[in-house]
């Protein structure tokens, strides 16, 4: 479903794209490091001797691990809370309305937050505002993660998908940048650090809704839509200026070929359905309810291998450990017994966001799944060591370790998982996948963000190093066995790679082929032609 690797896309095309379309991107960056200067506020305020009646309510949540990790994690939970609707309602849904929505709430957020932290925290009030607009910021974020990474690889050819693809972390971590250094300014002028960072938020929101007017909807949605062909035309050539009829039938022979393998997939479940009439799942009606996208995960092997990576790989990203690591960001340096430590936070960020940008230029230097296991041995390496530096009381030190990790994250799980999870889906089931494993990520970031507080306070930090190294080394093991290189393979071609690497995986890849728990299963059979299978059917009667 790409544009031939022969044809040029429009540098200024890709640009307006990577800048603007992805201004979302920037927006989700930009929450986590508004959102270390609320920390910031919560342990000023909260640990300060001077018991003012206006900050009773900052000290009541610093002084509460459960509190003030909720606080943490709210735009997690609202993410979680968006992507359950998204899943049930977004499958017909263009990814430029997502944007626009996504724009949206944003707005509402950093309008709440904002507002939130010029009042004053002796009433419950604004910790109410405060964490409302965490929850609706959090759905401006499960929009954004839904739609742009998709929208962005079912647009772009082969030939740049892997460069142009890790811009959305680029701009992810220069929103991370951005968010942080705005609080840092407003503090040193005595303003609360977060206020002016959300105000900006909020601007920034209107100009992303301003901006997603004048890209076009994806092709490949235009396709499966039934839109006329000039209007799909029209957006091919949005990238690709000289793209013509032989890319119109190329897309229009990619999608006719998905369509046929659902044809078959349905008829078969025909099949299956008349042979277990009796199975619990028919009898009690919960398959009916399901969308027909969930309908063709449940029943086909490869979908569910799919889905199966996808939900994986969301978790082990969060369980890095480089997510949380930022929200408390204060915390660990200052725990470290280092001076300034905003300095180092901002080191931190500097550095991530260098390694983003060296992706944008080498993303397809080497095969995703290259960078991804040179990525998790980093990280490995880094946090083990950083657990060590705690043990033999050289914490110190232990700064070096975490801004290393966090190099290692960028160079493969933060700028490759977008795009590399949407390349080996089908189309038919993208939307709800991406709802179902983004809707696990943040379960994992919102559990892993409420935890850290109170696993810092009670475990220490050399235990929670050592429990992120652990993860990491996981994830090293699961890249390895079970993601396939996508580097320079059409779309249409990506998923089809995904059976290869479960059935030369170790055994525990058969555990996604029991999830429907009964021994007759729908499996995709290239041989199989939809005739052969309509002809299983019961003819109808007059």
Not at 15 to 28: D, K, M, R
Not at 31 to 49: C, L, N, Q, R
Not at 140 to 161: D, F, K, M, N, W
């Amino acid at each position: 479903m790409t544009v031939e690797e022969k044809k040029t896309p429009n540098p200024w095309a890709l640009t307006y794209l990577v800048i603007f379309a992805n201004l979302g991107s920037v927006l989700f960056g930009y929450e986590i490091g508004a959102t270390i200067w609320v920390m910031y506020t919560f342990s000023h305020y909260g640990s300060a001797d001077d018991d003012q009646s206006k900050y009773s309510y900052y000290k009541i949540t610093y002084e509460n691990s459960a509190l003030l990790g909720f606080v943490a994690a709210g735009a997690a939970l609202g993410a979680v809370i968006c992507y359950s609707l998204l899943l049930r309602f977004a499958d017909n849904m263009s990814k430029k309305d997502e944007i626009l929505l996504a724009s949206t709430l944003y707005f509402i957020a950093g309008l709440f937050v904002s507002v939130a932290g010029e009042l004053e925290w002796n009433t419950m009030g604004p910790l109410i505002l405060l964490i409302a607009g965490r929850l609706v910021y959090g759905g401006g974020i499960a929009s954004t993660l839904h739609s742009i990474p998709q929208y962005i690889t079912e647009t772009l050819p082969a030939s740049v998908r892997g460069s142009y693809g890790s811009s959305v972390e680029l701009m992810v971590m220069l929103g991370m940048n951005i968010g942080f250094f705005t609080g840092y300014i407003n503090q040193l002028v005595g303003g609360y650090g977060w206020v002016w960072s959300f105000r900006i938020a909020y601007i920034l929101a209107l100009v992303m809704a301003l901006c997603s007017l004048f890209i076009p909807h994806n092709p490949v949605w235009l396709m499966f839509h039934d839109y006329p062909d000039e209007d799909v035309l029209r957006a091919l050539r949005f990238i690709t200026p000289d793209a013509d009829e032989d890319d119109l039938n190329k897309l229009k022979e990619s999608i006719s070929q998905e369509r046929r393998e659902k044809l078959v997939i349905d008829e078969k479940l025909a099949v299956y359905r008349m042979e277990n009439t009796k199975h619990w799942v028919f009898q009690s009606g919960l398959y009916d309810a399901l969308t027909p996208s969930l309908q063709l995960i449940v029943h086909d092997q490869l979908y569910r291998r799919c889905l199966l990576l996808k939900v994986t790989f969301n978790m082990l990203k969060i369980f890095t450990g480089q997510t949380v690591f930022l929200y408390f960001s204060f915390s660990i340096f200052e725990d470290f017994n280092l001076e300034n430590a905003q300095d180092y936070v901002f080191g931190y960020l500097a550095t991530r966001l260098v390694s983003a940008y060296v992706m944008l230029w080498i993303g397809d230097l080497l095969g995703r799944r290259t960078f991804l296991i040179i990525s998790a041995i980093i990280m490995a390496v880094s946090l083990f060591l950083a657990g060590f530096s705690y043990v033999f009381y050289l914490g110190s030190y232990s700064y070096v370790f975490i801004f290393l990790s966090g190099f290692g994250f960028q160079l493969g799980f933060g700028s490759m998982a977008y795009f590399v999870l949407n390349e080996i889906t089908p189309f038919y089931i993208r939307s709800t996948a991406n709802a179902l494993s983004n809707l696990a990520l943040f379960t994992s970031y919102f559990a892993v963000t409420f935890v850290f507080p109170s696993a810092l306070a009670y475990l220490g930090f050399e235990v929670v190093f050592f429990f992120f190294a652990v993860c990491n080394t996981l994830a090293l093991y699961f890249v390895y066995f079970y993601i396939p290189e996508t580097r320079h393979v059409d779309l249409e071609q990506c998923y089809r790679l995904v059976d290869e690497m479960f059935d030369s995986a170790p055994s525990i890849s058969c555990m996604s082929d029991r999830l429907c728990g009964a021994q007759s299963r729908v499996r995709r059979d290239d041989t199989t032609d939809a005739n052969e299978v309509r002809a299983l059917l019961p003819t109808e009667t007059s």
